[in-house]
């Protein structure tokens, strides 16, 4: 388990990925921290970015978790904000160019159990997915702005002024601003 007890992690910012003439690279995930198990305490976690997603036929993923990525994560009295989740990279080939979806997560991603107590999550944002041809596609917006997580709790926190980018397709509306969860989170 890594502890973060009373600190700043700001202004990060993990790669982006490489454009190809076949599959493009992602973008990098977690711009803060990037944990299998995390115990946060009085700590900020303040303008991190993850990668964007690189332009080729297939576009690359925007990379996931602006501030971060964990498998399990136990926060407490944190500030969460102006973390930004990569976009996705564009396609430009033909008919079978796909773009890629925009990473979710802009401030935390959480794939098991995310417990979180006393909380700032403010003005986070996921990526927005790319283009094909400089027309809409149908890939994924990133979810999740603020948190995206799988199971948890999520006590006595304040989830504001998040920003779940939207492509202009009406076919891929963007999801979960503040929180993009499953019925496993209470709270």
Sequence with gaps: MVAIDGCTISDNHTGNGAAATTTAGRGGDAGGVYADSLDIKDSDLVGNTTGHGADGAQGGRGGAGGAIVCRRAAITRTVIQGNVAGCGGNGSASGKGTAAGGGDGGGVYCTDSLQMTDCLVAGNGSGRAGLVNAVV???????????????????????????????????????????????????
């Design 137 to 187: 596609a149908p890939a994924a917006d990133g979810a999740g702005a603020g948190i995206w997580c799988t199971a948890g709790r999520i006590d006595h926190c304040t989830i504001v002024s998040n920003d779940a980018w939207r492509s202009l397709s009406p076919a891929t509306p963007a999801v979960g601003a503040g929180l993009f969860c499953t019925s496993q989170t209470v709270l």
